[in-house]
T-cell receptor, first 114, second 111 residues
């Protein structure tokens, strides 16, 4: 069974550019979570979806961040415009039906904003 | 006070030693307790998952929950260099699907 797939693995771009991170969840998992990890703040939940519907986006830092899940097989996290303080590793994680099970993580996107 | 406290380390021990990793938490309503392992440049992967109190063993790993003290532990027996990683505790209540994460403890096993 394929795990959570994230792309790109690395992204380096200049401040002000739009950044789009992508996630393909594990088939059959109906919860999807976007996290950001930094040395200073650890792992932070940005937003999560249930059955493609955003449930809680209170962790999204600013209006520059947006996330979508157009279908059960795909989600995006977009930053526009990007700033150097957005540099971090962004993880997508998914969980089985009911959300009570453990979360399965992708290998993340390492984002550097110059 | 943070909801989950975890010493970031690093914790360095010789190969073969017993390792004890710990987290404390503040909310007595928490019911689900997890330990994740994260290797460098990889996503966290689930190691142990327990509900409520008690112990759970899986090979060289034992997870322990003490709800009266709001304290959870992960023990690693016969530690190996391949156990070198960051270990994160994660806790969840009954009614909320969000996990509360510890800061992670960096563990180094010296050959």
């Amino acid at each position: 069974d394929a795990g959570v797939i994230q792309s790109p693995r690395h992204e380096v771009t200049e401040m002000g550019q739009e950044v789009t991170l992508r996630c393909k969840p594990i088939s059959g998992h109906d919860y999807l979570f976007w996290y950001r990890q930094t040395m200073m703040r650890g792992l932070e939940l940005l937003i999560y979806f249930n059955n493609n519907v955003p449930i809680d986006d209170s962790g999204m830092p600013e209006d520059r961040f947006s996330a979508k899940m157009p279908n059960a097989s795909f989600s995006t996290l977009k930053i526009q415009p990007s700033e150097p303080r957005d540099s971090a590793v962004y993880f997508c994680a998914t969980s089985r039906v009911g959300g009570v099970g453990p979360q399965h993580f992708g290998d993340g996107t390492r984002l550097s904003i110059l | 006070q943070k909801e989950v406290e975890q010493d970031p380390g690093p914790l360095s021990v010789p190969e073969g030693a017993i390792v004890s990793l710990n987290c404390t938490y503040s909310n007595s309503a928490f019911q689900y307790f997890m330990w994740y392992r994260q290797y460098s440049r990889k996503g966290p992967e689930l190691l142990m998952y327990t509900y409520s109190s008690g112990n759970k063993e899986d090979g060289r790993f034992t997870a322990q929950v003490d709800k009266s003290s709001k304290y959870i532990s992960l023990f690693i027996r016969d530690s190996q260099p391949s156990d070198s990683a960051t270990y994160l505790c994660a806790i969840r209540g009954d009614s909320n699907y969000q996990l509360i994460w510890g800061a992670g403890t960096k563990l180094i096993i010296k050959p």
